[in-house]
């Protein structure tokens, strides 16, 4: 029974959901710490270092080995959570004529399908648009040589372009920032839903997760949102 | 007709119990299993009966009004459990716990079963914490005690405010566990509305699937009644709105003698009736006269003025207030037995110093006990000069922690802040001492029929104990039923199965059918609340807190007349097939309606007071009780023929061999 | 006060049900909400009408048996309390006021208010208790100490009602907070200890079976439950559930 418990139970999909959301915030850190490099006055070494990085993302073994837990988390995470929504919906086959779930939950996370729906969109248009690109590109008016020189697609070049596009820039800034937002919801429930699940519940550091997760899901989120605005209006044109 | 024999064992007092369960048959494990034993209600005394006897090895089926065993209104129980463990240090034993339920109950009950009673305490609570209830404890890790009124030690085991839901769930638990291996098959939502005897014997009964309105048969070796108290008579009490007399009555009435029904108990810190409307009143515990001073104002005209709403109870200073029972009872204060403090808050609201709107409610206050405390938890804390207001607060944080939910409770109800303002409090029918009558077997006079917890009349006598109910339900359900039980179905081992395709059964199912569809094709003009409101009314008018001669007569006939108009006009919508909620009620409330009169028949003939029973006609200059020992010292057990009014008087006299027999005295 | 009350009234579990609208009036605010349920009945009684069927029985809070959605919530808008101690006070007069039975799987319908919670029966005897006979023959009860925070904690657990607000509350008619006060009563005391991993092991797999929805954390069977029930427990209970299962 112990294992099956483990597979099978309720209690185990909310072990798998947390234990895969809060990889994917420990994911968010790294990523934001690579994407702040967009920042970076534009220059021959500000593009150099955005791909020699990516490069080294796309080829590190360790890196590869926690980018694919990456997407199975991304992808478990995903169809827990549907699985969830569908049985959840079953739980209650009759529903209230009159239910006011506003006075006694917040709004994030009793929407939390409904954000994960527009995550997932958002992170499978972000990877066509600039991992795929990496993966499959064909663009070959933008490649960068590599220090060993090696020809790849110039992610670089490719996200400023994006962003700084005249006619969609804007635009994509902008589904941008709303996905972060939506982001930021899903966290602000998440992030000490996570612990909850997990078993971490104590009333001397409840306080301080609590925080912490407030914290990380506005800055987090916010500091994502910033570059593409930050590229389309402030950066110099390239 | 049964045996009205009370089957006491010789010997010394303290070895009654030992020899008897010696003595007594026993049934192998393996004959167990072909024994059906029926239980009739979950509560304490019902749910730890059934679960004892299923780990036995009987095949038990349990029955319950309530959608769920652990709702059984023991679940309400607030103050504690006593039991003679002493560890306290402080002079308890079971001896002293003996000697003070029975001069508690003024001499009314029968001493070989209050001693048993005090024998097992301490296994209750041994029980308890094996199971995991969790009571109260000291920082030292050991189990906390608080005093309860009547008595000079702490023995009162607790948990919060809510002893008797962790005592009941403890006992729900144990049930669970034998329902789950299958020795239990809990019927809920099911009424048992008539025994069923072949051969005189109880084998079975009757009962009413509340759901689908279907009447069962179930088939039985023996049958114990565990339903409670009849409380409800009164229409308001702090029974549940469920809670009845419908199971005793219908074994009183195939042959079980019903003892001093006249034998209630007044409760005397209830939230005090606000209104018409009112469908029930609460109890707040008796724990709170642990530090809880209750007083009226020492002048009518500040009462007067409390009335109309021009004073505040904080506004008159120490002089000007009258802690009645202080005054009265020096011994014992606040913590006198329950029946005293009943008495005495009657007396001062008669007198005219009522203080709520109705002019029926004295305060309970809790201002000196803040302040003690606060000073207390000053010192531990090491607070120099602290302010008043410090003082205060932390005295509030202790009180708090003692009775929380208790405030919590009260100021939802009366919408007042009780740590800031007095507590008004008034009395009200709370438990019933009287009910069916039972020997040291806990056999009723139908043989094979036994009644347990608040349903028999055995163990306080005219005046219960506060903490002594849940003592008395557990004792009878875990340590004594059990055993004696074994006495009686030793000679069925060879019975076999039950049928329940018997003539017995048939004109049992008729007979519960026929009065059914009466009721439901009455068509009369009135509801069952209606009637039920009126009898409550000449209950506690005339057969309440004091009673009597003219009153009592006059409620007899009263109760008589009502019964009949009853059965003329009383009006229940819907069928008997489907959950119908009015049809239980009027069913109860008819029960009620016999009950009502034999109580008060009960009341006019015991011409003494004793305990719970007041007779105007028989008190002291003081006002005190004045008993009878001489003519009443003995148990009224009433013998059904067909009319309450005629109902026969059996005694069983008392006697006292280890207990030197006094006037009770609080002084 | 006078206030219009729409019920769902529904004959038994094979109908179908819908809302009603009944209006009373005279209702006092002293009243707690099931006198005015009574005065309503009275008054249904009166005309002929069937009287609304709704669980009740202790009227103070202690019992579990009332179990109304109020206004979109379960025992209405005041904390704290069930059902039956909510009073008239906390609303205003003209009203219009929704009562509904619990919703979930879990609680099958049995006729208007009453629904039937026998699931939570159920996963309390799938292994609520301590395995010990009621013999009597333990241990004397002072020979086990208990740490006074966790006879608290556990003591907290246990005045759970089980009335099922926690499930009606919940979006996803999870019956979590139930289940972990269940387990975690017992699990803080050493008597239940013994056998916690099978407990939580076997207490968890019932509930999965009843039907309840999955916990999302929202939070809202606390802050319905009347008895301030902590969310705490679901932790403990995901702790303990843990444990048993990577034994």
């Known amino acids: 029974m112990a294992k099956s418990a483990l597979l099978k139970s309720s209690l185990a999909k909310k072990y798998w959901m947390a234990f895969t959301g809060l990889f994917l915030c420990l994911f968010l850190i790294g990523h934001l710490l690579g994407n702040l490099q967009l920042l970076i006055p534009v220059s021959e070494g500000a593009r150099d270092q955005f791909n020699e990085y990516a490069l080294f993302m796309a080829t590190n073994p360790a890196v590869k080995i926690l980018s694919y837990l990456t997407y199975i988390s991304i992808l478990f995470h995903a169809i827990d959570g549907i699985w969830l929504t569908i049985t959840n919906r079953r739980a209650r086959p009759q529903g209230y004529v009159s239910f006011k779930p506003s006075t006694n939950t917040i709004w994030a996370s009793r929407n939390m399908g409904v954000l994960g729906t527009i995550i997932l969109a958002f992170i499978a248009v972000h990877l066509y648009q600039f991992w795929g690109q990496l993966k499959f590109g064909s663009l070959d008016d933008s490649l960068y040589t590599t220090a060993n020189d090696q020809e790849v697609t110039d992610l670089y070049t490719l996200t400023i372009q994006t962003f700084q596009d005249p006619q969609y820039g804007l635009i994509w800034a902008i589904i941008y920032g709303f996905s972060m937002l939506a982001i930021g919801f899903h966290l602000y429930h998440g992030f000490s839903s996570g612990f909850q699940s997990l078993g971490v519940n104590h009333p001397k550091y409840n306080g301080f997760i609590r925080k912490l997760g407030y914290a990380f899901a506005i800055l987090v989120p916010l500091a994502f949102a910033v570059i593409p605005f930050y590229i389309y209006f402030i950066l110099e044109k390239i | ?667 | 006060m006078n206030l219009t009350l729409k019920i769902w009234r529904q004959k038994n579990a094979d109908t179908k049900g819908k809302v009603v609208t009944y209006q009373v009036s005279d209702i006092s605010e002293d009243m707690s909400f099931l006198e005015m349920m009574d005065v309503l009945n009275e008054q249904l009684i009166d005309k002929g009408d069937e009287p609304v069927a709704f669980d009740h029985d202790c009227r103070e809070g202690i019992c579990g048996s009332c179990s109304l959605q109020i206004n979109g919530e379960p025992h209405g808008p005041d904390r704290g309390v069930a059902t039956c101690q909510l009073h008239m006070r906390k609303f205003k007069d003209g009203d219009t006021i929704t009562i509904e039975p619990f919703r979930a799987k879990a609680f099958p319908l049995i006729k208007d208010l009453v629904v039937d919670r026998s699931s939570f029966d159920r996963i309390q005897q799938a292994g609520g208790y301590v395995s010990v006979n009621t013999s009597g023959n333990t241990i004397d009860a002072n020979s086990i100490p208990v740490d006074k925070e966790s006879a608290d904690m556990s003591f907290y657990a246990a005045t759970c009602i089980g009335c099922g607000a926690c499930v009606a509350a919940c979006k996803n008619a999870s019956a979590m907070l139930f289940t972990s006060a269940k387990v975690s009563q017992f699990a803080l005391l050493p008597q239940g200890e013994v056998e916690a991993d099978r407990r939580v092991l076997q207490m968890v797999e019932q509930m999965d079976k009843e039907g309840f929805g999955n916990c999302t954390n929202t939070g809202a069977c606390e802050i319905e439950c009347p008895k301030g029930i902590s969310l705490e427990n679901i932790a403990r209970m995901n702790r303990e559930y843990l444990k048993a299962s990577v034994k």
């Open chain 2, 1 to 667: 007709m049964g045996i009205f024999e009370s089957n006491t064992p010789k010997g010394p007092l303290a070895e009654k119990w030992t020899n008897h369960k010696n003595a007594i048959d026993l049934v192998n494990p393996a004959n167990k299993r072909n024994i059906d034993v029926i239980v009739v209600g979950t509560g304490l005394a019902g749910g730890s009966a059934a679960a004892t006897l299923a780990e036995l090895g009987y095949n038990v089926k349990t029955f319950c009004y309530q959608d769920s065993p652990r709702r059984a209104h023991s679940i309400a129980a607030q103050g504690g459990i006593n039991a003679a463990k002493n560890y306290q240090g402080d002079g308890d034993s079971i001896y002293r716990l003996f000697y003070d339920t029975v001069k508690g109950g003024d001499y009314r009950s029968r001493e070989s079963n209050v001693y048993r009673l005090a024998q097992v305490s301490g296994n209750i609570i041994d029980q308890c914490v094996a199971q995991g209830v969790p009571f109260a404890r000291e920082y030292g890790g050991l189990l906390d005690n608080r005093s309860f009124g009547g008595v000079l030690v702490s023995r009162t085991f607790y948990a919060k405010g809510q002893t008797g839901q962790q005592l009941l769930l403890g006992a729900y638990s144990a049930m669970n566990r034998q329902i789950n291996r299958g020795k239990i098959k809990a019927y809920n939502r099911h009424e048992m509305l008539d025994i069923v005897k072949v051969d005189g014997k109880a084998r079975g009964i009757i009962a009413r699937n509340l759901v689908t309105g279907e009447l069962e048969r179930h088939s039985a070796h023996a049958v114990v009644v565990a339903s409670g108290g009849y409380g409800n008579v009164f229409f308001l009490s702090t029974n549940a709105m469920g809670s009845n007399v419908t199971a005793s009555w219908k074994i009183h009435k195939k042959g079980a003698y019903f003892a001093n029904p006249c034998f209630t108990q007044i409760h005397p810190t209830c939230i005090p009736v606000s209104g018409d409307h009112q469908s029930k009143l609460t109890l707040m515990s008796e724990s709170l006269r642990n530090d809880g001073r209750i007083w009226v104002p020492k002048k009518k005209e500040d009462a007067e003025a409390i009335r109309a709403g021009k004073k505040k109870p904080t506004e008159l200073s120490e002089e000007e207030r009258d802690y009645y029972l202080e005054r009265r009872y020096p011994a014992f204060g606040n913590l006198v037995p329950r029946d005293v403090a009943s008495r005495a808050a009657k007396e001062r609201c008669d007198a005219g110093f009522g203080v709520n709107k109705t002019g029926e409610a004295v305060y309970l206050d809790f201002s000196s006990a803040i302040m003690r405390y606060g000073k207390e938890a000053a010192t531990t804390q090491k607070i120099d000069n602290p302010s008043d207001a410090r003082i205060k607060q932390l005295g509030k944080q202790v009180v708090e922690a003692k009775y929380g939910n208790l405030f919590q409770m009260y100021e939802k109800i009366v919408d007042q802040n009780p740590y800031e303002t007095p507590m008004m409090i008034y009395p009200a029918v709370h438990y019933t001492m009287g009910g069916v009558w039972v020997d040291y077997n806990l056999q009723t006079t139908i043989p094979g029929c036994y009644a347990i917890g608040e349903a028999n009349f055995s163990d306080h006598g005219a005046n219960r104990l506060g903490a002594s109910a849940l003592m008395q339900g557990l004792a009878d359900g875990y340590f004594v039923l059990p055993y004696t039980i074994g006495d009686y179905l030793s000679n069925d081992i060879r019975t076999g199965a039950i049928p329940t395709d018997s003539a017995e059964f048939d004109a049992a199912e008729t007979e519960v059918r026929e009065r059914l569809e009466k009721l439901v094709n009455n068509k009369g003009t009135k509801s069952v609340d209606h009637f039920h409101k009126i009898l409550g009314k000449i209950m506690w008018n005339k057969v309440g807190m004091a009673r009597n001669a003219t009153g009592l007569k006059e409620a007899i006939t009263e109760i008589k007349e009502l019964r009949e108009e009853f059965w003329k006009e009383v009006k229940v919508p819907g069928n008997t097939m489907e959950m119908n909620a009015e049809l239980e009620k009027a069913g109860r409330v008819a029960d009620f309606l016999e009950l009502g009169e034999l109580f008060a028949k009960d009341a006019l003939h015991r011409e003494e007071s004793c305990g719970g029973h007041f007779r105007e006609e028989y008190q002291t200059e003081e006002g005190e009780a004045m008993r009878d020992d001489e003519n009443f010292m003995y148990v009224a057990a009433w013998e059904y023929t067909g009319n309450p009014a005629d109902a026969i008087l059996h005694k069983e006299d008392l006697d006292y061999e280890n207990i030197q027999v006094k006037t009770r005295s609080y002084k």
